[in-house]
Every structure is written in C-alpha cells, then in structure tokens.
C-alpha cells in the first residue's frame, strides 16, 4: 500500500470510528435532556442530512488538493513521430521466445478491450494473426512454446492447413505457420488518444510539453518541463527561459 493509501486508511478508520460513536452517544446525551424518543429521531435525521451535505460540500476543493496525475507530451498524444503514432498496430502474442514480451501482450489485449467496451468505440479488430516460416525456424517453435506456457491461445498449421483456411495467400517456401485467432489489429492513434481524453474525463491534467531530461540520481522529486504552459506547476526560473516544476506527490 503507498503511503497515500495508508493515509486514506488511517483518515477513514478514525472517522468512521467517532462517527459510530457519536451515532450512540448523541441520542443518549439528548435523551438525558429530555427530548422525547420522535424528537430524538429528527434530531439524528438532521445531523446525518447536514454530513452528507458537508462531505458533498468538501469533495471538490478535496479533490482539487488531493493526489492528481499529470500526462505531458512534447508533440501531443499519438504524434507522427511517436512510436504508437499512425493508424495502425498489430497486437499479437508472439515474440518468438520472449516471455516477458508475450505476457505484456496478453495482459495488455484484455484491458485495451475492456476499455473499448467501456467507451463505446471498436478500436480492435479480432483479425486473428497468422505467422508462416518453415519448420527449421526455431523462433516460430519458441514462440509456440513461450505461448503455450504463458496460456496464449495459438494453433500450429501444417503448410497443408495454411492454404486450405487461407487460400488468398501463398507462399511457396512456407511448411508452417502459427495462428493466434484472438490477436487483431488496435486502431492505434485513436486508442491512444482515447486513453489521454478518458484520464482527462477522470481527472488527470494534460499538458503539451517537453520533459528536460533530470540529472543527478535517485528518484527527481519533480518533473521540469521547458514550456510555458501555465499547469498547476510551481514556477521556476532558468537564465534562458522560463521552465515550469511538476512536483511529484
Ligand atoms: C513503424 C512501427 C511499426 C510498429 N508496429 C508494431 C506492431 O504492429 N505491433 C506492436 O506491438 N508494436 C509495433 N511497433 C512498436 C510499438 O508501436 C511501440 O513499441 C509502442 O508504440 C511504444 O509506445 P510508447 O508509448 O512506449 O512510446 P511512444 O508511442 O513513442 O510515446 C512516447 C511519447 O513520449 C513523447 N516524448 C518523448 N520525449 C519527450 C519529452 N522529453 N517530453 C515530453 N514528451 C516526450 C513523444 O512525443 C511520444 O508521444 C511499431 C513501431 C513502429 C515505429
């Protein structure tokens, strides 16, 4: 748990405890003042009422000093000379006998499709991804293998089961091929984008910026940035130009 999240714990702990405790020691301390048991009643009603309006009245300026996340982009999200910019990327599982790569890529498929679904957009189309070699190829045959352990959905085909469910395709040096029916193409840029504008739907702050690469060691206590951009960030002041300071919470 981070140190925020203890801290939430701790803050609820404490307040659901006194609010449990004056929920029994407010009616006995009004009935030992005589009020009556429809009186007492009332009296309760109205101070539950007046603390839900007091924590909807907290909420927004809260969460306006509570923990916030930043997104900076020095071209903008999904930006021609980004990696992830253009229309497309092929999402598959296979990256020959790198584990570590096809686990990322079967735990990614998952979330990016739960998150289409959330939003309403078909950003991924279940084309199912097909690679060919020949039988020598010992990448397709770790790749198989790396699949099968990481639980990865994929059929070996034989040359002859290649051209009889792809008959569109033909390559005549090809004895094998590896087919992993639930991997497609992601509509790259538009996922992307969709990722930065959802973060900003819930909260997170979008800044077109360029990150000045820290020096030192350790972890940078805060992020400069060489635009000018007014964010919620501190200012400070280079000799050449004015550079902005995102502190890290
Ligand atoms: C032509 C091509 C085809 C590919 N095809 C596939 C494929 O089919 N399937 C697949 O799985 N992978 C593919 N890849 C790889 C995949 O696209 C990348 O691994 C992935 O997009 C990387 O995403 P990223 O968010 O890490 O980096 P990026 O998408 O490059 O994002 C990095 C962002 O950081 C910003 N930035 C950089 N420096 C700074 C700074 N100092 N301050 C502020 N912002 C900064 C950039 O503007 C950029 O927007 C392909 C890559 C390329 C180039």
Same mark, same amino acid.
């Given at each position: ?22 929920? #029994?020691?407010?009616? #006995? ?12 009643? #009332?009296?309760?009603?109205l ?24 997104? !900076? ?8 000379? @980004?990696?992830s ?5 092929? /999402? ?16 990614? !498929? ?23 070699s ?32 792809f ?15 639930? @991997?497609?193409v ?13 973060? /900003? ?9 360029? #990150? ?9 206590? @805060? ?27």
């Amino acid at each position: 748990m981070t140190a925020d999240g203890r801290l939430v714990f701790a803050a609820k702990t404490t307040r659901t405890f006194c609010y449990g405790f004056l929920g #029994v020691l407010f009616p #006995v301390y009004l009935a030992e003042h005589g009020m009556g048991a429809r009186q007492i009643g #009332v009296a309760v009603t109205l101070t539950l009422l007046a603390s839900a309006a007091m924590t909807f009245a907290i909420r927004r300026p809260a969460e306006r000093y509570g923990a916030r996340v930043a997104l !900076l982009d020095a071209y903008g999200a999904a930006n021609s000379r @980004s990696s992830s910019g253009g229309e497309t990327r092929i /999402i598959r599982m296979g990256y020959g006998p790198d584990e570590l790569y096809t686990q990322w890529a079967a735990r990614s !498929l998952p979330v990016w499709q739960e998150f289409f679904v959330r939003i309403e957009r078909p950003l991924f189309h279940k084309t199912g991804v097909l690679w060919v070699s020949d039988d020598a190829d010992g990448h397709l045959s770790a790749m198989v293998r790396t699949m099968g352990e990481a639980g990865v959905v994929c059929e070996r085909l034989s040359s002859e089961e290649i051209q009889k469910r792809f008959p569109q395709l033909h390559f005549p040096d090809v004895t094998c091929g590896v087919y992993e029916p639930l @991997s497609g193409v992601l509509m790259a840029r538009q996922s992307v984008q969709a990722v930065v504008q959802d973060a /900003i739907e819930h909260g997170a702050e979008y800044f077109n910026a360029s #990150v000045v690469p820290p020096n030192g060691s350790g972890r940078p206590a @805060s992020v400069k940035t060489g635009s000018t951009t007014p964010p919620t960030a501190t200012r400070s002041t280079s000799s050449s130009s004015t550079r902005q300071s995102i502190r890290r919470r």
